[in-house]
């Protein structure tokens, strides 16, 4: 069973289009997150999500807007894609924002803007 | 100063070498320390916590240096497998995560 999912695992698309990135957890976990690896390979956080409530949101353009429906779901909804957001997305999980826990993730999606 | 710093590396070692490297923080009141695991192409995977009183976890040894602000992690036999590259990761008090941009290691037969 996965623990952490992502749909779509590559989605290639042209520059101005809106597409959503789907991630669910089936660990129970309170926390999720998204994370945005660029081509230097720079893991950053963008959003972190507790129990659906917003908890972080570094500074992200708001072409961004992520959406959770219940705990074990948070999407990533892009407006207006840019060539600057070709990247790999990471969801990720943890049992509680705080303290020292675990974080596990999703096997990434890789987006190319062209 | 960058909030996480890490050598990119490579680091290329013979297999069943030791090696060594480390991860410089620059918030003093950071609270958590992790080091992450990433291979080609996947996603990143907890390797280890890093304790205050540093802790061990088979062939890996992490470390925490709380007035010199780093922590390290020391690989001993290394193995093949070993291979990838390793994230540091700091948690601040505010909840605010900080993944280093990582050290790539290559274990060489």
């Known amino acids: 069973d996965t623990a952490v999912s992502q749909t779509p695992k590559y989605l290639v698309t042209q520059m101005g289009n809106d597409k959503s990135i789907k991630c669910e957890q089936n660990?129970?976990?309170?926390?999720m997150y998204w994370y945005k690896q660029d081509s230097k390979k720079f893991l950053k956080i963008m959003f972190s999500?507790?129990?659906?409530?917003?908890?972080i949101n570094e500074t992200v353009p708001n072409r961004f807007s992520p959406k959770s429906p219940d705990k074990a779901h948070l999407n990533l909804h892009i407006n207006s894609l840019e060539l600057g957001d070709s990247a790999v997305y990471f969801c990720a999980s943890s049992l509680q924002p705080k303290d020292a826990n675990e974080q596990f993730f999703g096997p990434g999606t890789r987006l190319t803007v062209l | 100063r960058k909030e996480v710093e890490q050598d990119p590396g490579p680091f290329n070692v013979p297999e069943g070498a030791t090696v060594a490297f480390n991860c410089t923080y620059s918030?003093?009141?950071?609270?958590?320390f992790f080091w992450y695991r990433q291979d080609c192409r996947k996603e990143p995977k907890l390797l280890m916590s890093?304790?205050?009183s540093g802790n061990e976890d088979g062939r890996f040894t992490a470390q925490l240096n709380r007035a010199s602000q780093y922590i390290s992690l020391l690989i001993r036999d290394s193995k093949l497998s070993d291979s990838a590259t390793y994230l540091c990761?700091?948690?601040?008090?505010?909840?605010?995560?900080?993944f280093g941009k990582g050290t790539r290691l290559h274990i060489l037969p």
């Open positions: 890093v304790y205050s």
């Open positions: 990761v700091v948690r601040n008090r505010d909840d605010k995560i900080i």
């Open positions: 918030n003093s009141a950071s609270q958590s």
């Open positions: 999500y507790n129990n659906k409530e917003l908890i």
């Open positions: 660990l129970g976990h309170d926390t």
